[in-house]
């Protein structure tokens, strides 16, 4: 992929979707600015990354803390040309019987998050010709399953707000689309997938397979990349097929 962003900070970095995110990244030549609460586990990686040839560094950052993710970016080496709003939590359980506080914690992290991570950004982007910025959604917020309410409202109200500013921002330069993984296996869901249930759900999938973490990087670098200029406001599923399965 050519024309990318010379850096890009990528949230929930420290593990899972977003540790992955920083390798395929920093692989492809780009700085990459590593933040989560848990410094020294970004510490480890941007270390790992800078020993394979890379540029990374890492900055502690409360997504749900607005005076933390100014006091991160102030601390940046560079300003940040690109956001990957990676950062969130499940929040698994029944709208019948999930409490008050699981909700906030949903809501807190996935959707104000992004939302001031992104606010912040856009105004440095703006000062500085434009960005481009890709909020971390899912097919839960295009389609819903049961026991997740809490993250598919999460997620839902993260890919219009992600039409929002799409729409507000276009003027300064900026793009700003929603990646959507479909069930992607990870070591943390292998288990599942093994069971019979979890079996059941991947026959359900077109491809008949689950997605890897690999099968998300041409998504996310051509949704970065300045060759997709006329890319804005979109919700790009990457789900094998899911979301068009027969009801």
């Not at 079996?199 to 997605?211: E, F, K, T």
Request: glycine share 10%; aromatic share 4%.
């Amino acid at each position: 992929m050519r024309d990318l962003p010379k850096s890009v900070l990528v949230t929930g970095a420290s593990s899972g979707l977003g540790a992955h995110f920083g390798r395929t990244l920093a692989r492809a030549g780009i700085h990459v600015q590593l933040a989560a609460r848990r410094l020294d586990l970004v510490e480890a990686l941007a270390t790992e990354i800078r020993a394979a040839g890379g540029s990374a560094e890492a900055v502690a950052m409360d997504v749900t803390d607005r005076v933390s993710v100014e006091a991160a970016f102030a601390g940046l080496t560079c300003p940040t040309q690109a956001l990957v709003n990676n950062a969130g939590i499940p929040g698994e359980g029944s709208a019948l019987d999930m409490d008050e506080a699981t909700f906030d914690a949903v809501m807190d992290t996935n959707l104000k998050g992004a939302f001031l991570l992104s606010q912040i950004a856009a105004r440095q982007m703006a000062a500085n010709g434009g960005g481009a910025i890709v909020n971390v959604a899912s097919i839960l917020g295009l389609r819903v399953a049961g026991g997740v309410s809490a993250y598919a409202t999460s997620k839902a109200a993260l890919v219009q707000l992600t039409k929002a500013q799409a729409l507000e921002w276009a003027r300064f330069g900026i793009r700003v689309n929603a990646l959507c993984p479909g069930y992607i296996e990870t070591p943390l869901n292998a288990d599942f997938f093994a069971t019979d249930a979890g079996q059941a759900l991947v026959r359900r999938i077109p491809q008949r397979r689950l997605g890897t973490l690999a099968d998300l990087d041409a998504p996310l670098l051509m949704l970065l990349s300045g060759e997709a200029r006329y890319v804005t406001g979109i919700a790009l599923p990457v789900d094998g097929g899911h979301l068009v399965s027969s009801l």
